[in-house]
């Protein structure tokens, strides 16, 4: 089965420091792995995603992500924090070649206080 | 458009009333998804289309759920004898195409619906 998990369900960081939001994952095969935040009252927008190459990914407002094969994660990170980055932050995992839905984790609150 | 539109925003329906959403995909993608947010933010897949053909439906509960994606119309989840568990936001997304699952999906706003 596929799933994936989101440790923390708040991460607090300060403003200007460097922040990690944690993703492990759990699939049959190769994944293709996604990170999504969700603004109060509004929908899921795409932050980057990790398909092959560079297990490093740099993806929108400064986020980047490691996909780690060996210990299956995937974890968001961030050098300096703002606290406009305040916000939830999804997880999503789907199987190479399953052209279909994702698997989501269950959320982290980001709260990044000034 | 270039975004994924939902309506209504907000939907308020008395247990055992139907229930019925709309999504239009973004122009040019060939795929939609709906999805359920429930509390504790836990995402549930429902189904998925490629154009107007059902793509998987194995998370919808087929009693009560029904959708249709019809061409020229936006597409729509309807529920049928709404429940008070039925309460949640559902999320719409679209993607252009599949290319073995690379694809990104893009979401809409989502409808909030409060089942009394």
């Known amino acids: 089965a596929q799933s994936v998990a989101q440790p923390e369900d708040q991460v607090n960081v300060a403003e200007g420091n460097p922040l990690t939001v944690k993703c492990t994952y759990s699939?049959?095969?190769?994944?293709?792995l996604f990170w999504y935040v969700q603004y109060p009252n509004r929908g899921l927008q795409f932050l980057l995603k990790y398909i092959t190459g560079d297990n490093l990914v740099k993806g929108s407002y400064g986020f980047e992500a490691e996909f780690n094969k060996s210990q299956t994660s995937f974890h968001l990170k961030k050098p300096s924090a703002l606290v406009s980055d305040s916000a939830l932050y999804f997880c999503?995992?789907?199987?190479?070649?399953?052209?279909?839905?994702?698997?989501f984790g269950s959320g982290t609150k980001l709260n990044v206080k000034p | 458009g270039e975004e994924v539109a939902q309506t209504p925003k907000h939907l308020v329906r008395g247990e055992g009333q139907k229930a019925k959403l709309y999504c239009a995909p973004i122009?040019?993608?060939?795929?939609v998804f709906w999805y359920q947010q429930v509390l504790k933010n836990e995402f549930k897949f429902l189904i998925s289309?490629?154009?107007?053909?059902?793509?998987?439906e194995t998370g919808m509960p087929k009693e009560r759920f029904s959708a249709k994606c019809l061409p020229n119309s936006p597409c729509s989840l309807e529920i049928q004898a709404t429940k008070l568990e039925d309460s949640a936001v559902y999320f719409c997304?679209?993607?252009?195409?599949?290319?073995?699952?690379?694809?990104?999906?893009?979401f809409g706003p989502g409808t909030r619906l409060l089942v009394l």
């Open positions: 122009k040019g993608h060939s795929y």
């Open positions: 699939v049959s095969g190769n994944p293709y």
């Open positions: 997304a679209s993607s252009q195409s599949q290319q073995g699952g690379r694809e990104t999906q893009y």
């Open positions: 289309f490629q154009n107007e053909n059902v793509f998987d």
């Open positions: 999503a995992v789907r199987r190479i070649y399953n052209f279909n839905k994702f698997y």
